[in-house]
């Protein structure tokens, strides 16, 4: 059995162990995770553990990044199985501050991310990529690794974080690993847990849009086909829909001719929200 892996509760003590590896030489990755820990989440661990010599993840459930009636109270906190979960891979260290640490009284500071942020999830839910790129910068302060790993599953917010990083020139890289399935086809999420059976049977609408637009992608169709055809199994499961479109997948502007794009999809069912996307490849002639 491995042992058990230590946790630490405040940036200094985070730093000061990150500091020590570093020097000693040592390449860390981290993953930033908002716990209930799933297999998408062991994945990010694992190619983290692959390319570098230790691995710091921390699990803090970011209270600026959900808006008012959003699930910031009902998230599920699940720490002792997210360790038991982690305790095969080669962590480390577990980052798991309280906010206090995180957001210190009468904190003032919030970084504000525009360009990829707008729009989307960005739109949908005002503030949420401000709290992403706040605690992503924070964390990133606290656990001042050479690589931080983060899932293609939340497209825009690699967007934000990429830009953010580089904006501000923070010392760190960023990988992006691919989204990991159900073998349904369904993204996993924290959030799948909120689904009654019955919803969590109708979910695989989700994938199926993408796989749609995929298709449709591919047969050349314009923009307006390809929604057309990603709302069908949305609205015959019942899905409420956010958004479900192709755009280009940097910009999150109409795709355009020999540019990657990607198809996101956002909706609700009963009262979870998720969301998806799909990577399309360039194609000659952009929006057909
Ligand atoms: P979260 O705990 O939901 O904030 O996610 C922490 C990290 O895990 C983020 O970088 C997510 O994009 C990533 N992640 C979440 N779900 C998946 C998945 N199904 N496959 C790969 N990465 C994921």
């Not at 899905?239 to 755009?247: E, L, Q």
């Not at 795709?255 to 000659?284: C, E, H, Q, Y």
Request: aromatic content about 6%.
């Amino acid at each position: 059995m491995p042992g058990a892996i230590p946790l630490i509760d405040t940036p200094a003590a985070m730093r000061q162990a990150v500091g020590a590896a570093r020097a000693a030489g040592r390449r860390i990755g981290f993953v930033p995770t908002m716990g209930a820990l799933h297999a998408g989440h062991v994945s990010l661990v694992e190619r983290a553990a692959r390319e570098c010599d230790d691995v710091a993840v921390s699990i803090f459930v970011n209270p600026t990044q959900f808006g008012p009636g959003e699930d910031f109270a009902r998230y599920p906190r699940t720490l002792a199985a997210d360790l038991a979960l982690l305790a095969p891979h080669g962590v480390r260290w577990v980052y798991a501050p309280e906010a206090a640490a995180v957001y210190p009284p009468a904190d003032a500071t919030r970084i504000v991310v525009e360009g990829p942020a707008r729009g989307f999830e960005g739109a949908i839910r005002p503030g949420h990529f401000s709290g992403v790129a706040t605690v992503v910068c924070r964390l990133l302060l606290a656990v001042p690794a050479d690589v931080a790993y983060f899932g293609a599953k939340d497209w825009q917010q690699t967007l934000v974080v990429r830009r953010m990083v580089r904006d501000l020139g923070l010392p760190i890289s960023i990988v992006v690993c691919p989204t990991v399935r159900e073998a349904d086809g369904l993204a996993m999420s924290s959030r799948n847990a909120y689904l009654s059976a019955a919803e969590r049977a109708r979910a695989t609408a989700l994938n199926a849009a993408l796989e749609r637009a995929a298709a449709a992608w591919e047969a050349g169709a314009d923009v307006a086909a390809i929604e057309a055809a990603m709302r069908e199994p949305l609205l015959a499961a019942g899905v409420a829909i956010d958004y479900a479109t192709v755009v280009d997948a940097e910009s999150l502007a109409s795709p355009t001719a020999g540019r990657s794009a990607v198809a996101l999809v956002a909706g609700r069912l009963g009262t979870t929200r998720l969301i998806d996307n799909r990577a399309l490849p360039p194609r000659s002639d952009g929006d057909g």
